[in-house]
């Protein structure tokens, strides 16, 4: 497997923010991922827009490019490396031969955009013999805002080096090896200078374009059965959508309606509302409302329907209502938040799959909801504008 993609972007529905006249956007948000060597992919850079598929048969690395992504994310969200990887070594390249120390390794990045503008992380780890961050940097406009390096394997830490353009043009310091640095830099930089300042702006912006990530991969059998009411947020299987429902459907009128109508073109049957009913036993359960005095409960649909209904749910609900580690010190008008969707299209009719990618697309027009989907042909979507599809070839 290669791992080389090309990509195939259509215009957007809406204006380009570079386009004269255009506002300039400050959200930020991930335009690019890079999978220097990691699994299947080498030397591999995507771009990513609102809306991006990638696109391949099986084993063309469409999941890894997935999982790099979530994987830089729960990084950024100052997860550790063990954690994030529980089993490094298949992130290696498969024919990556170890150094005369016996060390392999991979590396990913990404890049955010946003205030600061383009803003580049770059990542190195180690997976043998020990799993280490052994080098990352962060640059903007050339600069190099952070550089870390293993100085010394005895111990577990790298030297860390950041722009300060003070009396001093640079400040050092250790930091632990696995832990992304970028996350740390807001409790270790003082920003009295500039330079600390610069720093601290471009790591901001990576971290909150990397935090406001949320992997959904509904499964349906566990979305027919009735659960208990709890905080409303929905997880990454989607397996509490009633509860979501119940809590919802009258806090968020306008988005709820947009649901339903949405609805209308994915479900079999007329479909008047989606509703959340309580039960006795102190669960509650979903159930489409007809419109003619009948309901039908979610387990009753197919599993295409309930994907639908869920992937439906995710776009239209937004950040509030996720499971996400979302940022909430940063306004929402200057964060984005990505949806992350293996198998998009997994279970779909061709009617339900171009209503999702629709909405998508709709939705990240306005800005605020961008989505990365993975599937395994786009012919069906390469006409449906302001949709990037990345394919991936064997």
């Known amino acids: ?34 999978l220097s060597a990691f699994a299947g992919h080498r030397r591999a850079a995507f771009p990513l827009s609102a809306v991006t ?38 992130c290696v390249p498969e024919r990556a031969r170890p150094d005369g120390e016996g060390r392999r390794g991979f590396r990913i990045g990404c890049t955010a955009d946003g205030a600061e503008g383009p803003v580049r992380l770059d990542v190195a780890v180690q997976a043998e013999p020990e799993l280490r961050i052994v080098g990352e940097r962060l640059t903007a406009q050339g600069v190099v805002l952070l550089e870390t390096a293993l100085r010394d394997p005895g111990r577990r830490a790298v030297q860390a080096a950041w722009h300060t353009a003070g009396s001093a043009p640079v400040t050092r310091a250790p930091l632990p090896d696995d832990r992304l640095g970028t996350a740390l830099l807001p409790l270790r930089v003082a920003g009295k200078t500039d330079g600390q300042r610069r720093v601290l702006a471009a790591a901001e912006q990576m971290v909150v374009a990397l935090r406001s990530v949320f992997a959904c991969d509904p499964r349906p059998e566990y979305m027919r059965i009735p659960v208990p009411t709890g905080s409303g947020r929905l997880m990454p299987g989607c397996d509490n959508v009633a ?113 999702l990618l629709r909405t998508a697309a709709r939705m990240g027009e306005r800005g605020h909801i961008r989505c990365v989907g993975a599937v395994s042909d786009a012919s069906w979507a390469t006409r449906t504008l302001g949709v990037t599809v990345v394919h991936l070839n064997l």
């Open 1 to 34: 497997m290669s791992g080389h993609g090309h990509s195939a972007p259509l215009p957007s529905a809406g204006p380009a923010a570079d386009s004269p006249g255009a506002p300039v956007d400050l959200r930020a948000r991930i335009t690019e991922l890079r």
């Open 243 to 355: 509860d979501v429902v119940w809590r919802t459907r009258f806090e968020c009128g306008r988005r709820h309606a947009q649901l339903v109508e949405a609805l209308r073109a994915g479900c079999a049957g007329p479909v008047a509302d989606l509703v959340a009913e309580p039960l006795a036993d102190g669960t509650v359960r979903a159930l489409l409302d007809r419109g003619d005095g009948f309901r039908t409960g979610l387990a009753r649909l197919g599993d295409g329907e309930l994907r639908f209904v869920a992937l439906a749910l995710v776009l239209f609900t937004g950040p509030g209502v996720l499971d996400v580690d979302a940022p909430g010190e940063v306004p929402d008008a200057l964060r984005s938040l990505t949806v992350l969707a293996d198998g998009f299209d997994r279970g779909l009719d061709p009617r339900q799959r171009l209503e």
């Open 53 to 90: 598929l990638f696109a391949g048969p099986s084993g063309s690395g469409k999941s890894t490019a997935l999982r790099a992504y979530e994987a830089l994310a729960r990084l950024g969200g100052g997860a550790p490396l063990a954690e994030v990887f529980p089993d490094p070594v298949a």
